[in-house]
C-alpha cells in the first residue's frame, strides 16, 4: 500500500491548531461522511497547503480537519507546570514587585518612627499614671485606595510590645460587646468577679490619629508620587496636639501600579 505525507495547519480567528505529520494510504475510502463538510471547511476554516494531493488524501484530510472541528485544538497544556516559586520577603524590604505608592516598607519605616517618638514625649515619658489612649480612624487624602488604619494597628502593636506597660490602648471598637457583657452580668446571667453595677470602664487620656496626604506628577517619563505621613495626640480634655511628628517617601518610577 502506497502511502502519502501529509502536514496540514488550520486557523480560525483566534486560536491556530497544527496536524502532526501523518501518513496517508493512496486507497483510503471516506470512512465517515459528515454532511456539508466543504461548506464548513469553507465558512470556517482555511486550508493551506504546499502541493496538490490526490482525491483520497484530500478525503484523508478532510476527515481530519472534521476531527480538529468536532473535538477543537489540543492544548499543549501548562508551560511550567510546577508553577514560578513564591519569594518571601520581610516586610521592611523592597520588593521586585513595587510602584510609587505605599507599600510595606513605608509602613514598617513610618510606624517604627512613630512609636518611638510616642514614647518620648514628656506627657507620656513623666506620666504620674499608666496614660490611656483611644485610636481614631486616619484620614487617607492620597489617590490610593489602601487599608488607612493599619498604621494605626501597627503602631499600637509596637508599643504594646516594647513599650512595658508605659501606655495603654483602650478596645473601644470593641464598645458593643462590652456592654452587652456587662449587662449580662447585671442580670446576673453570668458570674462576675466585681461588682457589675460599678463602671469600670476606663476613659482616654490621649487620642491617637493620623493623616495621610499625597501629591502626584505623572508626564510621558513617568510618574512620581509625594506622600506625607502625619500623626497626632491629643489631650480630649483640653484639646491639646502634645504630639505631632511626620514621615515623607518620594518615589519615581515608569510604570505605575495597583493598590487595594
Known sequence: MAFLDAKRYFFKPGRACELS????????????????????????????????????????????????????????????????????MKADERGFVAGTG???????????????????????????????????????????????????TRIRTELNTKARGKVRFLARENMAALERERALKQSGQVTSNSDPNVVEFKGADFFLTGKLQGMTTKTSKGTSDYVLYSFQLIDPRTSDIVWEDAAEIKKQGLEDASYR
Request: glycine fraction near 4%; proline fraction near 9%; charge should be positive.
Open 21 to 88: 505529520t501523518f501518513a496517508v494510504p493512496k486507497t483510503w475510502p471516506l470512512l465517515i461522511p459528515i454532511p456539508n463538510m466543504k461548506q464548513k471547511l469553507t465558512e470556517n476554516w482555511s486550508l493551506h497547503s504546499s502541493a496538490s494531493f490526490p482525491s483520497a488524501a484530500r478525503t484523508a484530510i478532510i476527515f481530519a480537519a472534521s476531527l480538529v472541528l468536532i473535538t477543537g485544538c489540543a492544548s499543549r497544556g501548562v508551560r511550567n507546570p510546577k508553577g514560578v516559586p513564591v519569594t518571601q
Open 102 to 152: 505605599v507599600e510595606s516598607q513605608d509602613l514598617v519605616a513610618v510606624t517604627d518612627k512613630m512609636a518611638r517618638s510616642i514614647l518620648g514625649v514628656p506627657e507620656i515619658a513623666n506620666a504620674q499614671g499608666v496614660p490611656r489612649i483611644v485610636l481614631e480612624p486616619v484620614q487617607n487624602e492620597t489617590r490610593f485606595p489602601i487599608n488607612k488604619d493599619i498604621f494605626l
